[in-house]
């Protein structure tokens, strides 16, 4: 299943890379909804057993907090951060990708004059019973 889940979103990187996916970002939302989505907000954009993938706003910061059952992906398409992954601290901006493995407390604070937007892939189907907040 691990395999099938990397290979799907391995796919989905390579089209918003390429920009395919950029025009018609999902079916469900425009870019220009996407670009007016008020932040502060997660959009599910899809959801089966395997995995849930979501469009998030972040508009200052998402506090430490860890998943216990979930790997996630995720795909900034546009801001600025600091990013903490466990011991590691770094900046995070457009393009980049990166991967929380499960257990792993992350934090992101967002240093840009625009929010930080993303599409996070978690595997299996994530329904927020995992989310464990850590104290800093």
């Known amino acids: ?22 025009g018609q970002t999902f079916p469900a939302l425009s870019q220009a ?7 502060g907000k997660v959009i599910k954009l899809s959801d089966d057993p395997h995995c849930s993938s979501f469009f998030i706003c972040i508009p200052e910061q998402v506090k430490k907090h860890k998943h216990e059952h979930h790997t996630e992906h995720v795909y900034v398409l546009e801001g600025e951060a600091e990013m903490v992954l466990g011991e590691k601290k770094f900046t995070v901006r457009k393009g980049d990708f990166f991967i929380i493995p499960q257990g792993t407390p992350h934090a992101v604070k967002v240093t840009s004059s625009i929010p930080l937007k993303v599409i996070s892939v978690q595997s299996p189907q994530f329904d927020g019973s995992d989310r464990v907040w850590v104290q800093e």
């Open 1 to 22: 299943m691990q395999q099938q889940f990397h290979f799907c979103f391995f796919l989905l990187l390579m089209g918003l890379m390429s920009g395919l996916v950029k």
């Open 33 to 39: 909804q996407l670009d007016t989505m008020p932040c």
